[in-house]
C-alpha cells in the first residue's frame, strides 16, 4: 500500500508514473517553482561599488567594516552577499509557487499572493555568516572557504509570513514534535545550482519543533528593510531562520519537505560543521558531528582597521556584538591595553535608547552595536570581547578553536594602534 508518506518529493520507482494515474492525489510531489536557475554568470545584478569582493563566480562580498557600524539597520546593498552559484532568475512573478510536500496529508502549492494573504511578520534580526572572520582564522593554519574579514554579518528588518502559520495550511499545527532531539526536519530547497551539490540546487533544514514554534519567528521573507527582496537576497521568497548562522536561511525557495530526519544535502552533511583542531582533511569523518545551527556570541571592533596609525589623545571605538538562538548581550568589554585592563562598553540598538538584553524592550534577534573611548598615549593593542546573557564568552586566542573549514572565529578582536608622536 502506497501512502503520501513514502515518496518524499520525486518519483523514485518506474512503476510510479503509471499509478500516479490514479493516485495523482495520494503521491506526493513537489512542482516547479517558476525559479530558473542559469548555469553561468551572465544574468548577475548589480552591485554596490564599494563592495569587497572576495569571490566574483559565485559573487561572494562584504561592506568595508566602518559600514556596519554607520546605522544599526544594514543598507540592502551594502549587506553582505553569500552565493554558492549564480543567482536564479524570475520570468513571470505571476507563475511562482512554493510547495509544501513530503510528510504531509495534502502537499499544497502557493502563490506570491496566498503568501502575502497570510498576517505579514516583521522580524528584526542579524544574519551572520559562519564563515564570518575566517580569513583570521587561516593565518594561524590555511583553512578552506571563502575568506571573509569581519563584515560577514548583517542587520535587517524582514518581513513575511510566519513559517508556523504556512505550515498550519498543510495540517501541521503549532509545536509540532516527536522530540526534541532528532525528530522531523522542515526541509528548505531552492533552485540555484552549486558545485558542492554536483550542479543540484542549495537546502538545509531546521527541526519541526522550530519552525511550528510561533516565537521562533521563522520566516518566509518577502521583503528586506520595507523592500520587496532583491535578486541577491533571494527574490522572491527566502527562508529566514533568526540566531541561526545564515547557511540554513535558504534563498529562492522553491520548496519545503517535511521530512523524517535532517536533510541530508551537502551544506547539512559535509559542510558548516566545527571539528576539533586536531582533524585534517585525510582524518575527517563527517558523521561524527552535527550540523551547526545557532551561532556562538560573537563581536568586532568595526571603526578600526586591523593597523592604525593615530596620534596620541582620545579614541572612540565602535562595533557589534551578537549572539545565537535570541541570547542577547549582557555585557561588551573593551581594552586599551591588550587584554591587562578593561572598561565596559556602551550597549545601543536604535541610537539614544540605552540597550537592556530582555525580549520587551530590544530586539532579540538583532546585534547590539558598542561604544567605548579612552586616551591613547603609546602603541597598544584595542580588543573586544563580549558575553552573552547566558554568560558564554568569546575564546581569547583563535589558535584554540582553529578548524579545517574555518567556521566561528569568534575570538577576541584586537585591532593594532601605532600612536605617532
Ligand atoms: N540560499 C541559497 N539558495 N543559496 C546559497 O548559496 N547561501 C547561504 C544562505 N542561503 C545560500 C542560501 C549562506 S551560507 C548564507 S551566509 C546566507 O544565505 C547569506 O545570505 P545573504 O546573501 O542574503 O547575505
Ligand atoms: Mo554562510
Known amino acids: 500500500m502506497y501512502t503520501t508518506h513514502e515518496f518524499g518529493c520525486f518519483y523514485s520507482q518506474p512503476l510510479v508514473p503509471l499509478l500516479s494515474l490514479f493516485l495523482i492525489d495520494a503521491v ?3 512542482k516547479m517553482s517558476g525559479l530558473r536557475a542559469p548555469s553561468n554568470y551572465t544574468e548577475e545584478p548589480q552591485r554596490h561599488p564599494s563592495l569587497i569582493v572576495n569571490s566574483q563566480e559565485p559573487f561572494n562580498a562584504e561592506p ?10 544594514t543598507p540592502v546593498d551594502l549587506f553582505y552577499k553569500r552565493n554558492h552559484g549564480p543567482i536564479p532568475v524570475i520570468d513571470d512573478i505571476e507563475r511562482y509557487r512554493v510547495s509544501i510536500c513530503g510528510l504531509v496529508e495534502k502537499p499544497l502549492e502557493l502563490s506570491m499572493a496566498d503568501i502575502r494573504k497570510l ?12 564563515g564570518n572572520r575566517r580569513t583570521a582564522m587561516s593565518k594561524v593554519k590555511a583553512v578552506k572557504g571563502v575568506g571573509w574579514d569581519v563584515s560577514a554579518i548583517g542587520n535587517a528588518i524582514w518581513g513575511g509570513a510566519k513559517l508556523a502559520d504556512v505550515l498550519e495550511l ?3 499545527s503549532k509545536l509540532t514534535s516527536v522530540s526534541p532531539l532528532g525528530g522531523k526536519h522542515v526541509e528548505f530547497v531552492s533552485v540555484d545550482k552549486c558545485k558542492e551539490e554536483k550542479g543540484g540546487p542549495y537546502k538545509g533544514s531546521i527541526p519541526l519543533i522550530q519552525a511550528t514554534n510561533s516565537d521562533a519567528e521563522v520566516l518566509l521573507a518577502y521583503e528586506m528593510n520595507g523592500e520587496p527582496l532583491n535578486r541577491d537576497h533571494g527574490y522572491p521568497l527566502r527562508v529566514i531562520v533568526p540566531g541561526v548562522i545564515g547557511a540554513r536561511s535558504v534563498k529562492w525557495l522553491s520548496s519545503i519537505n517535511i521530512i523524517e530526519n535532517e536533510c541530508q544535502g551537502f551544506f547539512m552533511q559535509r559542510d558548516y560543521k566545527m571539528f576539533p583542531p586536531t582533524v585534517n582533511w585525510e582524518n575527517i569523518d563527517w558523521s561524527t558531528r552535527r550540523p551547526q545551527m545557532d551561532f556562538p556570541v560573537q563581536s568586532v571592533i568595526c571603526s578600526l582597521e586591523e593597523e592604525n596609525t593615530v596620534k596620541p589623545g582620545k579614541i572612540v571605538v565602535h562595533g557589534y556584538a551578537a ?15 591588550g ?3 578593561w572598561v565596559e562598553a556602551i550597549r545601543y540598538q536604535k541610537s539614544g535608547i540605552p540597550y537592556v538584553a530582555d525580549d520587551t524592550s530590544s530586539d532579540k534577534w538583532a546585534w547590539v552595536l558598542f561604544k567605548a573611548e579612552a586616551d591613547v598615549s ?8 563580549a558575553v552573552d546573557i547566558s554568560a558564554n564568552v568569546q575564546p581569547e586566542n583563535v589558535e584554540v578553536i582553529w578548524n579545517l573549514r574555518g567556521i566561528f572565529n569568534t575570538s577576541w578582536h584586537r585591532v593594532h594602534i601605532h600612536v605617532q608622536h
Do not use: M, W
Open 378 to 385: 603609546h602603541t597598544t593593542e584595542i580588543v573586544a570581547k
Open 323 to 337: 549572539s545565537g538562538g535570541g541570547r542577547g548581550i549582557e555585557r561588551v568589554d573593551v581594552s586599551f591595553d
Open 28 to 30: 506526493n510531489v513537489c
Open 339 to 341: 587584554g591587562k585592563t
Open 170 to 172: 498543510v495540517g501541521i
Open 119 to 130: 498576517r505579514r511578520h516583521i522580524v528584526t534580526a542579524t544574519l551572520q555568516c559562519a
Open 64 to 73: 568595508p567594516r566602518s559600514a556596519l557600524i554607520a546605522s544599526y539597520v
